[in-house]
C-alpha cells in the first residue's frame, strides 16, 4: 500500500462519531444536525426532470472533456456571473464529477515530486480534502491560519522566502469554509504577486460563491480579480465550483474547473486517464441548473431568512457575527470545542462541528480552537428550534456567554 495513506487524519465526521461515542441524545429531542455542509433543500423539479428525461444518456460513454452544450453553458455562465471577456468553451473550462474530486485530482496532477521537497499551502482552517490531496500527491502541507483579530485574512508572511521558494500549488476558498470570508481585490493582488515571485499555482475553491446576502454585491471571484487586474489569461490561476451548494443538488456530483488552458490541457489528460467522465443524464441536468438563476435567487432568499432568524437568537449566546457569504456559523464557544459540541448533543440533540476538526496546530496554536461550525442547511423552523436549544444550553450551562 502507499505509505502515504498512513498520513492521512480521520476526516471531521468520524472524528465527530468517535467524540459523541457514549454520549446519549436526550429522548423526546428531535434531532437536527448542523454539522455537515450538505444542502437540504429541496432540489429544483426542472433539474430532477432535465435528469429523467435524458436517462437514455445512459448507454453511451461519455466523454472526459464533457459535452459542448455543458461547456459552453459554463463558459456563458462564467462571462455573466463575473463580467468577463468571452472564456473559450473548449480550453477553459473542463466540466468535473464535484469540487471535491477535481480539488483532490489537481494536486496529483500539478505536484512535481521531481523537485525537492514540494509544498502545498492550504487556508487554516480549511477543506480536508487540501490537506489530503497534497500528502496523497507527495507534498507537504503548509498552512496559513485565519484570525478573527486579522479579519480572517491570509498572513501570507507567516511563511519565509525559504518555504515559499518550495511551494507548487496553494489551495485558496473564497468564500471561506468555514469562515465565510470572501477575498477582496487587494487580498487576491497580493496572492497574484507571489504567484508570480515563486510560480506556483493558484486552485481557487468557490463552492460557496452563489450563497450571499445582498443580490446587487456578489462575491468577487478569482476570475474576476485576474480580469481587474490585466490578467487576462488566467496564467497559473484555476477555478473550481459545483452545483451541489449553488443549486441543491449535492448528489447529482457536478461542478468544473476553468482557467489557464495550459494547465487544464494537462488536467484533461490526467482525467482521461483518472476515469471521472460526467454521465450525459448528469450533464443534461448541469445545463439546466447553470442556465436557471432564479432558482439560486431563491435559494439565497431561504438562507438569508435563516441567518436573521437565527443571528439575535445565537448573538447573546456565542457572539456570533454574520460571515461575509456562505451558509455557515463560525461561532466562538464558552469551553474546550470538543467539550461543548459534545455536552450539546448529551442535552439537546443539536450536533454543530468543533473547529479543532477543521484546523491544524501551527506556530503553536490551532486557529479553529474554541469555535464551532454550524451549518444552517436545514428547514427554517428546525435551524430556529435548534438555535433556541443552544441558546437555552448555554444560558444554563455558561450563564451569559456571549
Not at 487524519?9 to 468520524?14: A, D, G, I, T
Not at 509544498?119 to 487540501?130: C, E, K, M, R
Not at 501570507?156 to 515559499?164: E, G, M, N, P, T
Not at 439565497?300 to 460571515?323: M, V
Amino acid at each position: 500500500m502507499n505509505p502515504r495513506l498512513d498520513l492521512l487524519q480521520p476526516y471531521p465526521f468520524e472524528r465527530l462519531r468517535q467524540l459523541f461515542a457514549g454520549v446519549e441524545a436526550p429522548a423526546g429531542q428531535s434531532p437536527v444536525r448542523l454539522s455537515i455542509g450538505e444542502p437540504q433543500h429541496a432540489t429544483p423539479a426542472f433539474i430532477q426532470e432535465a435528469l429523467v428525461m435524458n436517462l437514455r444518456g445512459l448507454s453511451a460513454y461519455p466523454t472526459t472533456a464533457g459535452g459542448d452544450a455543458l461547456r459552453e453553458t459554463i463558459a456563458n455562465w462564467l462571462t455573466h456571473r463575473y463580467g468577463l471577456d468571452p472564456i473559450d468553451p473548449a480550453s477553459e473550462v473542463l466540466p468535473v464529477c464535484g469540487s471535491r474530486e477535481a480539488l483532490f485530482a489537481f494536486a496529483q496532477a500539478i505536484v512535481d515530486t521531481s523537485k525537492p521537497a514540494p509544498l502545498v499551502v492550504s487556508p487554516n482552517p480549511f477543506y480536508q480534502i487540501y490537506e489530503g490531496a497534497a500528502l496523497l500527491a507527495g507534498a507537504e502541507p503548509v498552512f496559513l491560519d485565519q484570525m478573527p483579530e486579522h479579519d480572517y485574512r491570509l498572513d501570507l508572511d507567516s511563511l519565509s522566502d525559504a518555504q515559499w521558494q518550495r511551494v507548487q500549488l496553494m489551495f485558496v476558498c473564497s468564500p471561506g469554509n468555514p469562515t465565510g470570508k470572501v477575498l477582496h481585490l487587494d487580498d487576491w493582488k497580493a496572492l497574484f504577486e507571489r504567484a508570480d515571485r515563486y510560480g506556483f499555482v493558484i486552485a481557487a475553491d468557490e463552492c460557496y460563491s452563489e450563497i450571499y446576502f445582498d443580490e446587487s454585491k456578489p462575491p468577487l471571484g478569482a476570475l474576476q480579480a485576474a480580469k481587474a487586474l490585466g490578467r487576462h489569461d488566467y496564467e497559473r490561476l484555476v477555478v473550481f465550483s459545483s452545483l451541489s451548494k449553488r443549486s441543491n443538488v449535492p448528489g447529482l456530483r457536478s461542478g468544473f474547473v476553468a482557467g489557464d488552458r495550459k494547465l487544464l490541457k494537462q488536467f484533461l489528460l490526467y482525467r482521461t486517464y483518472h476515469g471521472c467522465a460526467m454521465s450525459l443524464p448528469v450533464q443534461a441536468a448541469s445545463v439546466a441548473a447553470w442556465r436557471d438563476e432564479s432558482h439560486v435567487r431563491e435559494n439565497r432568499t431561504l438562507y438569508r431568512q435563516k441567518f436573521a432568524a437565527l443571528e439575535p437568537i445565537l448573538s447573546p449566546a456565542l457572539g456570533i457575527a454574520l460571515p461575509d457569504a456562505g451558509f455557515y456559523f463560525w461561532a466562538r464557544t464558552p469551553c474546550d470545542d470538543r467539550e461543548f459540541a459534545r455536552e450539546l448533543f448529551g442535552a439537546t440533540h443539536v450536533t454543530v462541528l468543533p473547529g479543532q476538526f477543521l484546523s491544524r496546530d501551527n506556530h503553536g496554536m490551532n486557529p479553529g480552537a474554541g469555535f464551532v461550525r454550524i451549518a444552517l442547511v436545514a428547514a427554517h423552523d428546525e435551524c430556529v428550534d435548534a438555535a433556541h436549544r443552544i441558546a437555552a444550553f448555554v444560558a444554563r450551562r455558561f450563564g451569559n456567554a456571549g
